[in-house]
Every structure is written in structure tokens, then in C-alpha cells.
């Protein structure tokens, strides 16, 4: 299937691995320019000359930290005028709500709400002048089933689903969508190290939390990015114009509710 992407522009957020990564793949691998972003130069380089020997896809890199307004101001300004947004940040650390302060709350928020708000309203209005847009944000199942140990996560990203139920109905008949992805085990460096957590806590080798998380799932396995990258491509793509403010939860069937 021809997504339509073919010369438009996109901003994906810690885009250096990961999640971010694979969406930036998959939207470069359509014909898509992407504008990418993480802390790391160095990592961040690497994968752009990644994405770039692997599309030939227009690739342009911005090390910076997205939570921050000079950040977002920086990567807003290598890509002034974005067909597509994925905003993406690193969750907070897991822990014991007890042990989290004020401090660490404002951090969660600025980091796993407040970024994605902020580029949202940077960028939006432009993207409904100019009659196409498509906004993913790359969230958390435990929006929908909570997480015990990421109680910092659990919160900030709630808030963040609720405003863009709220958004994403004005958008929409301006061709712009909104939706959030959902994202439950993935093979990343990011679940390893709450596995690990996890696995410290009860007293049990890595590897023997990590097998048994992987046995847990219906699926049998935990998710490839590849393919977590390719959801994020068709929600962008011109066909998906009719979806909007809707939570696509992409776990291997472990969430066990019906809605």
C-alpha cells in the first residue's frame, strides 16, 4: 500500500533508538524527510546515517532535550513547517510513589505531557492551514492498566491522553488526526531495565523475570519495534484521515479487558 507520504515532512522525537527509532524508519522508508531528535549526539548521528543508508530518505538531526522549551524551540526550527509530529520522550524512572517528591512529578510532567502539548500547539495550527496533519503520540499501555512501579509515568501520561480526547475532535475536519499509541512489552532498552528493576525487587535473576515476563504475554514474545514503527506509519498516512483521539494499543493481547 502507497501511504501518500512521499515528500512530506515529519519531526520524531528520541528518535536516537527504540520506539522513536522505529517510527522514523518506517516513516523515512515511505518517502517521508525526517526531522530527528535525542540528547546524544552521537548516538543520534549514528542513527541518522542509519536511516539514511538504509531509505535514502532526507534525514536532519537535532541533540537536544525535547522537554525543554530552548529544545523544542531547536528542533521547531529545523523543521518550521511539519506534515507529521510523533512526540516521543523517555519515561521516568520506576520507584515507590512514596520515595517521589514534587520535584520528580514536575519533571514526569514536563517530560511525558507537557512536551507533547507544547509542540502540539506549535505546530498545529499550521498543519490545518495547510489541510494535512498527522499527530501520534507514543504513550503507554498503562494508560489504559497502570504499572505499579511507574506511578511518575501512569500519571503524566494520563494527563496527556485526556487533553488530546479533548483536541482532537476540532482538528479533524481540517485533516488533521491526533491519536496516541500504546506501546506494552517491547524488545527495548527501556523494558529491559524496568524488567530489571523488577527483578531486583523480588529478589529474582534478570533472566529469570524476563522469560517469564515473555511467557506471560498471549503473544508468546515481546513486541518488535519494526513493528511498532509501522502502526505509527499508517496513522500517519493519508489513508488514516478518519482516525482520530483514539488510544491503539499495541501489546500482544495482554491488556485482558474488552474496551
Not at 515532512?9 to 527509532?21: D, F, P, T
Not at 484521515?241 to 474488552?258: A, M, S, W
Request: aromatic letters at 6%; charged letters at 20%.
Amino acid at each position: 500500500m502507497d501511504l501518500g507520504l512521499t515528500g512530506k515532512r515529519a519531526i520524531v522525537c528520541a528518535a536516537s533508538k527504540g520506539l522513536g527509532r522505529a517510527c522514523a524508519f518506517s516513516l523515512a522508508r515511505e518517502g517521508v524527510n525526517v526531522t530527528i531528535n535525542a540528547r546524544t549526539r552521537d548516538v543520534l548521528d549514528a542513527t541518522a546515517a542509519e536511516i539514511r543508508a538504509s531509505t535514502g530518505a532526507e534525514v536532519t538531526t537535532v541533540a537536544t532535550d525535547i522537554t525543554t522549551p530552548e529544545g523544542q524551540a531547536e528542533v521547531l526550527a529545523a523543521c518550521p513547517e511539519p506534515d507529521i509530529l510523533v512526540n516521543n520522550c523517555g519515561g521516568p524512572p520506576p520507584g515507590d510513589f512514596r520515595d517521589w517528591d514534587r520535584d520528580d512529578w514536575v519533571k514526569a510532567l514536563e517530560a511525558n505531557m507537557l512536551s507533547a502539548i507544547f509542540l502540539i500547539k506549535a505546530t498545529a495550527d499550521g498543519m490545518m492551514a495547510r489541510k494535512f496533519g498527522r499527530i501520534v503520540n507514543i504513550t503507554s499501555s498503562a494508560v489504559k492498566a497502570p504499572i505499579e512501579i511507574l506511578g511518575l509515568s501512569n500519571g503524566a501520561r494520563s494527563g496527556l491522553t485526556g487533553f488530546v480526547a479533548g483536541i482532537a475532535r476540532q482538528t479533524v475536519r481540517h485533516n488533521v488526526t491526533i491519536n496516541n499509541l500504546l506501546p506494552g512489552p517491547f524488545d527495548t532498552e527501556r523494558m529491559r531495565s524496568n524488567v530489571r528493576v523488577s527483578a531486583e525487587a523480588s529478589g529474582r535473576s534478570f533472566d529469570e523475570a524476563i522469560a517469564e515476563r515473555r511467557a506471560g504475554n498471549p503473544a508468546g514474545r515481546f513486541g518488535d519495534p519494526a513493528e511498532f514503527g509501522d502502526a505509527c506509519a499508517y496513522l500517519c498516512s493519508a489513508q488514516a484521515g478518519y482516525i482520530t483521539g483514539q488510544n491503539l494499543l499495541l501489546d500482544g493481547g495482554h491488556y485482558p479487558g474488552t474496551f
